[in-house]
């Protein structure tokens, strides 16, 4: 099965995506998700100028093959363009093989371990009150588990935090907007935050909390052992990960469970992080890190330290994205839990899929394949628009620098 086409598409129904639709002799065609937050066009331009040459003519059916060619063919490994382009090529040749089979993805993978993914939904609100209240509308949506993020007293906007509520978009401006931090203040509100939550709803529900590596180690172990007494499910990126021994600090002086990995492109930079233990929940995700072929490995790594797989889920990674990660968290062994930010209409049209919320869970269809696809004519009424993540700025105005 000789792939004859490969085509990237760049379109934004309300947030920009890039998609790859790779097309085979046989007519059968596989999508994959190329979208790199804030710089789309980097990876477009790498797909379009520097893989796509070499994927023409190749066989469809080796997965694995083409992975290696990409990966160690580059000389320059790892790196979120590069393994968000080879994430893409990846994506797209695991649906194919999958509509080849006549299967829904996840029966290739190793079939059903569990019947749906457990999901968290954002909340977010101005101030505690508001968040409080955000938290009781998933809640009634049926959610078995919320993110909450409140604004923080003294400071006039926080990431994380946006106007939009089901559907929160942080890369929002076309140039880097900025906002303000103080660590004081914000270790001081987040406590706060799930002392009400747990007074109001209680313990049934779990509960994250998400720091966008904003703390150095020391800083993030007072606030783990200030959170203790509310039972978090996890805190996620409290503290940047360069430095992957930078984790025993924090690990070491609080009992609330730890997670990270977003920003990462592949295993390496988390190997030392999962093998010493430091971590309970691996968050790095199917497009910015690989594809299915690596994460795999990555979750089977994981597996052997007690650490379960928390894939990221915001809205720019793209339906197809989410579509391969819900097939990927149907199988895999040691899953933890899903993000799933809800896309837009706008997006969802553009993205047909067959995953549904199901009271607290996604679920994934039937169709062979991931079950996601792309129509073109809709994607070619929304043109790229330059959109970027915002900076941060400590109130003396020194650039945020961890
Ligand atoms: O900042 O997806 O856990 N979710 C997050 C997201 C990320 C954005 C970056 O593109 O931290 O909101
Ligand atoms: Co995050």
């Given amino acids: 099965m000789k792939i004859i086409d490969a085509k990237v598409i760049v379109t934004c129904p309300g947030r920009n995506f890039v998609t790859l639709k790779i097309t085979t002799d046989q007519g059968l065609y596989g999508i994959g998700d190329a979208t790199l937050n804030g710089r789309e066009l980097a990876v477009a331009s790498y797909l379009q100028d520097h893989l796509i040459p070499c994927l023409i003519g190749r066989d469809a059916s080796q997965i694995e093959d083409i992975w290696q060619?990409?990966?160690?063919?580059?000389?320059?490994?790892?790196?979120?363009?590069?393994?968000?382009?080879?994430?893409?090529?990846?994506?797209?040749?695991?649906?194919?093989?999958?509509?080849?089979a006549g299967m829904p993805l996840y029966q290739?993978?190793?079939?059903?371990?569990?019947?749906g993914v457990m999901v968290y939904g954002h909340a977010n609100g101005r101030d505690i009150?508001?968040?409080?209240a955000e938290v009781g509308k998933y809640i009634e949506l049926g959610y078995k588990a919320i993110r909450a993020q409140t604004g923080i007293p003294g400071l006039a906007s926080t990431y994380g935090v946006s106007k939009d509520k089901m559907y929160y978009e942080p890369a929002d401006n076309d140039l880097p907007s900025e906002n303000l931090w103080s660590t004081s203040k914000y270790l001081n509100s987040v406590p706060k935050l799930f002392e009400t939550l747990r007074d109001t709803y209680g313990y049934e529900h779990h509960l994250l909390h998400d720091t966008h590596h904003r703390l150095t180690p020391i800083e993030a172990a007072q606030l783990g052992k200030s959170?203790?007494?509310?039972?978090?499910?996890?805190?996620?990126d409290a503290v940047p990960a360069e430095l992957q021994e930078g984790f025993r600090l924090f690990r070491h002086h609080t009992t609330t469970p730890i997670a990270v990995g977003e920003v990462f492109a592949s295993i390496h930079d988390c190997q030392q992080l999962i093998s010493e233990q430091l971590i309970d929940y691996i968050r790095t995700t199917i497009v910015h890190a690989g594809g299915i072929t690596h994460l795999r490995r990555i979750a089977h790594l994981?597996?052997?330290?007690?650490?379960?797989?928390?894939?990221?889920?915001?809205?720019?990674?793209?339906?197809?994205?989410?579509?391969?990660?819900?097939?990927f968290d149907t199988w895999v062994p040691n899953f933890g839990i899903q993000e799933y930010m809800r896309h837009t209409d706008e997006t969802d049209e553009v993205f047909p899929h067959d995953y549904h919320f199901d009271n607290g869970y996604l679920k994934v269809g039937d169709t062979p394949g991931h079950g996601v696809d792309i129509d073109e004519a809709k994607a070619a009424k929304y043109p790229y628009?330059?959109?970027?993540?915002?900076?941060?700025r400590l109130e003396d105005g020194t650039m945020f620098n961890w």
Avoid: Q
Avoid at 72 to 99: C, N, Q, S
Avoid at 129 to 132: D, I, L, P, Q, S
Avoid at 227 to 236: A, H, N
Avoid at 302 to 326: I, N
């Fill in 69 to 100: 060619f990409f990966y160690r063919g580059a000389y320059w490994r790892r790196g979120p363009v590069g393994m968000t382009a080879i994430a893409a090529i990846d994506v797209a040749l695991w649906d194919i093989k999958a509509k080849a």
């Fill in 108 to 115: 290739l993978l190793g079939g059903r371990s569990r019947d």
């Fill in 129 to 132: 009150a508001e968040t409080v």
């Fill in 227 to 236: 959170l203790e007494p509310y039972k978090l499910f996890w805190l996620e």
């Fill in 302 to 327: 994981a597996e052997l330290y007690h650490v379960r797989t928390g894939f990221h889920g915001a809205t720019d990674l793209s339906p197809v994205t989410m579509g391969a990660a819900l097939h």
């Fill in 385 to 392: 628009k330059r959109a970027y993540l915002p900076v941060n």
